[in-house]
């Protein structure tokens, strides 16, 4: 970092490379007075230059070429959002190799590559942070790293899609179908590139993989979780289960029975005055009871550019203040797994 400015490059300006570059803008000055740091994004890799975006980006700024931003001298830090497991993964090698520090929202990739990234990041010293890729503008993978570093694990229970839980909301309070629900949530920006991976539960089992490593010290491929979508659930489901006073939500959970960790994702009918019932539309929220903090719950956007850029740009501000202390880099990697 020269002087105070801290350089950003970003892999992919779709609608979460968008909502973290609109969040920059918007709140550069306040951070820059908050935190003695001024961070920009100065190199950004996407093909699709023209599409339309809420924000105006200087054209110099786009490039092709990935290697603009790696073998660039000044730039900092990494933001990758292409989404998907390749190159995303690749990409984020290379620039940790390059000794950049990475930020990455894509739950996709961590929980795929999770051992890789992490070893990639201690081998080059530098930070690899992913708060954005579990429960969107929800600091919850911060607290678990930090602020609950004292305690153990005994359940977690989650709406951690933010897609899913807008369309059975939808479903259940307005009526509406589940065709039409879907497509409000692709146009809020919701909705995965391919929304198969919401909807079949793909995303939750993600990050219920990245939280298993973080909580529980265990690494489960996201394929190895028992998993099963929304696809199945009907307007007649939703009916039936409100006759019996519940609702139906998308749970990701993880618990012990008989001294063994089980955990799964799938539709769970809820009473409708228990806490994550109460958690509607894109809201995400997850439940903790750990051995000494005991229950928790963390609650707020689990989707949406803004809420997710929110949590990306913390990242980045965090690795940004750990370059200024010279002390940006990942030695003993928390929540490593064996
Ligand atoms: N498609 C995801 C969701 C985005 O709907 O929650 C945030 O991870």
């Not at 989404?83 to 929202?105: E, L, Q, R, S």
């Not at 001294?259 to 009918?269: A, N, Q, W």
């Amino acid at each position: 970092m020269k002087g105070n400015l801290c350089k950003i490059g970003l892999l992919g300006m779709g609608n979460i490379g968008t909502g973290s570059y609109m969040v920059l803008e918007k709140e550069r000055e306040g951070i820059k007075a908050r935190t003695g740091i001024d961070f920009e994004f100065v190199k950004i890799l996407e093909k699709f230059v023209d599409r339309p975006r809420p924000v105006k980006v200087p054209l110099e700024k786009f490039t092709q070429n990935p290697a603009d931003i790696f073998e660039d001298p000044e730039i900092d830090v990494v933001v990758e959002l292409l989404g998907g497991i390749h190159p995303a993964v690749d990409f984020m090698v290379d620039a940790m190799n390059h000794g950049k520090h990475v930020v990455t929202a894509n739950k996709a990739a961590v929980a795929d590559s999770y051992e890789l990234l992490r070893d990639t990041a201690e081998k080059n010293r530098v930070m690899f942070r992913y708060e954005a890729s579990v429960g969107g503008a929800i600091p919850c993978l911060t607290a678990i790293e930090n602020a609950l570093l004292a305690n153990r694990y005994e359940e977690v229970y989650g709406i951690l899609n933010g897609t899913t839980n807008y369309i059975l909301t939808k479903m259940g309070d307005e009526g509406l179908d589940y065709e039409t629900a879907l497509a409000q949530a692709k146009e809020k920006g919701f909705a995965e590139p391919n929304p198969t991976a919401d909807v079949e539960g793909i995303d939750v089992a993600n990050k219920l993989s990245i939280l298993l490593a973080l909580c529980f010290g265990v690494r489960v491929r996201p394929d190895d979780i028992p998993r099963t979508g929304i696809t199945g659930v009907t307007k007649a489901d939703i009916e039936a289960a409100r006759s019996r006073g519940n609702v139906i939500k998308l749970i990701a959970n993880a618990h012990y029975e008989d001294g063994r960790l089980v955990y799964s994702v799938k539709p769970t009918e809820l009473p409708a005055d228990h806490m994550l019932a109460a958690v509607k539309n894109e809201l995400n929220a997850l439940w903790l009871k750990t051995t000494e903090a005991q229950e928790l719950m963390f609650y707020g956007k689990g989707a949406g550019p803004l809420p997710t850029g929110s949590a990306i740009m913390g990242d980045v501000i965090d690795i940004g203040r750990a370059i200024a202390k010279q002390a940006a880099y990942d030695i003993v990697v928390p929540g490593k797994t064996e």
